[in-house]
């Protein structure tokens, strides 16, 4: 890369085109965020919540969470709703509910039901414990609950005691059984609940859930089944309260198309469900709004080829157009949109803390009376690079030496010593022949790994599986940035591993431009000076889908709300801690008291055979403990 700029770095990381709105390389080569869109002029410098962090005492690595990020999803989705349902002239409202599974902290389901108090903006559960909660943090009467997932006696009692406390709690059937159990319960406690009903859909998704919709769907009813549901409620006496339609073809759909066939067939179902006197009030549309992860506005699996609005648009428009050709009245639109609500509100800040490179170790490779002819090929090889025609024949002689050598090794033809020189001219080699090509137009098939074989491996303070389970479980591509220096050329290419034991623990699928490469330019890391990469677009799913492989346990959390009125235009609002050792310990039910008394055990028993001196036993006594109480993760020396 030459004539670095800015708008070379966003060539190369794509911030703008997947920050959506809210990120930028600012002048200085900082992230930059601008947490409002409609007020630009607060303008947060990345670095600024970095230095605020450190002030703070809280340990990397950390969640950030953009608490106004948050609420401009919440009004945007709301708006765009609001604003093509007047254009359009359409006859219904929309109540858009969000979906607790998505995100279920509590700070950002407070969020969330506060930003959407004046769109009567709802909450979805789908378990029990989902439902716990929502009863108690949805307490605007006019905004709906839904009730999706699996059912049993329990559940539908909590349903309707919701609707005993004057809550709009819409029960979704799933399956047959349930509307059974469901009219059983009702009539016992004597209470009208709200029924939907989930359609089997035969449109599918585009993207990775698209197994979410068809035939083999986990979830819903036949058509045969939805008309038998609405033909025994109207038996039982309680058509009336069959009030809403609800499909899902799938999350993060990529391919508008899809969209506008779901609305089709879903709307042509309400508008015959109405016209046989089942007498629906809302659409529920389910989920599927996209984020661009890469930036590509394309339908790739982590992208998607529309906008928020275009999204809305369809929606209002494919359901206004079927009602009207059917004669129906609108509907009310329900939408689950949590992906879009919650994935650029948080990122993932971890420091890099070491460098891993295949090729970084060298030694006197001079020649030496008595060495092996292989040895002494290579370093032919490598001392006359420059004067070679044929650089393919160049990386295959260097291969077949290397191959050679480490079979002689084995058969003891020759030693430790001379195997290790052998390996360290092939990577010079290597390395030469990588910058030739660089300027050539065609390079060789096996000669396009070298960037990734050359390429470092940058060792992050974290866990893939606790802060990234999907880059892991799915392939889902994250964002991955670095935070400063975005000035200055990056010119080390490089993936990411983390601190666990596991090999599966890295990251090696980024996007530059349009492209998926295995390796990403960063900066060289420079002594005595942090180097902070984000992970950014992780509020959906990624905060709460971590596990406890290595006993790492929760990440710190920092929340961050604008100020125009601060010089850094933010404020640190709330720090969340993250898992202690402790913590972790007791999840797996160990004791940790007990072990902390084990060892004080063991402490005291040299320190009694004077294998320790009293004040070195009482110093490891302390240090365990501390250790017990600290952070999971690697603490960085000062």
Known sequence: MSNWSIEEAERVYGVSQWGGGYFQVGENGNVHITPVPENPSIRIDFNSVIEDIRKEGVQFPVVVRFHDILRSQVAG????????????????????????????????????????????????????????????????????????GYKDDEVMRLA??????????????????????????????????????????????????????????????????IINAARYLEE??????????????????TDIRAVKEAVTEGARIYADLHKMGFELDYVDVGGGLGIDYDGSNSTNESSRNYSMQEYVADVVYGMKEMCDLEGVPHPHLVSESGRAITAHHSCVITEIVGEIKSNAATMDTSAKEGEHFFLKNIRELADTFDEQENMHEVYND??????????????RVIPLEELAKIETLYWQIMGRLQTWYRNEEYVPEELQ???????????????????????????????????????????????????????????????????ITDVLPMHPLKQGEPYYVGLFLTGAYQDVMGDMHNLF??????????????????????????????????VMQYNPRAMASDVKRLIDKHVWDGKLKPREGVRWTDFYEKCLNGYTYLKQSK
């Open 77 to 148: 989705l709301n708006k765009a709703f609001r604003k093509s349902i007047a254009e359009a002239e359409y006859k219904g409202e929309y109540q858009g509910v969000y979906p607790v599974k998505v995100n279920q902290m509590r700070e950002v389901v407070e969020e969330i039901v506060d930003a959407g108090k004046p769109y009567n903006y709802g909450l979805e559960a789908g378990s029990k414990a989902e439902l716990l909660t929502v009863l108690a943090m949805n307490t605007n009467e006019e905004s709906l609950t839904i009730l999706n």
């Open 160 to 225: 309707l005691l919701g609707r005993k406390l004057g809550r709009r709690v819409v029960v979704v059937v799933e399956k047959y059984t349930e509307l059974l159990l469901l009219v059983k319960v009702a009539k016992e406690l004597d209470i009208d609940p709200i029924i939907g009903v989930r359609s089997k859909m035969t449109v599918k998704g585009r993207g990775k859930w698209e197994s979410s919709g068809g035939e083999r769907a986990k979830f819903g009813l036949t058509i045969t089944e």
């Open 236 to 253: 039982q006496g309680m058509a009336h309260c069959l009030k809403l339609l609800h499909f899902h073809i799938g999350s993060q759909l």
């Open 398 to 411: 260097a291969s077949q030496y290397k191959e050679q050598a480490l079979d002689a090794f084995k058969l």
């Open 449 to 515: 790994e070298l960037d990734y074989s050359l390429s470092s491996q940058y060792l992050c303070n974290f866990s893939v599986f606790q802060s990234a389970a999907d880059t892991w479980a799915i392939d889902q591509l994250l964002p991955v940035v670095p935070l400063t220096r975005m000035n200055e050329e990056p010119t080390v290419n490089c993936s990411l591993v983390d601190i666990t034991c596991d090999s599966d623990g890295k990251i090696d699928q980024f996007t530059i431009g349009r492209e």
């Open 553 to 586: 346990g929760r990440l710190n959390e920092v929340h961050i709300y604008s100020y125009d009125d601060d010089p850094e235009d933010f404020y640190i609002e709330e720090v969340v801690k993250g898992s202690s050792v402790e913590d972790v310990l007791n």
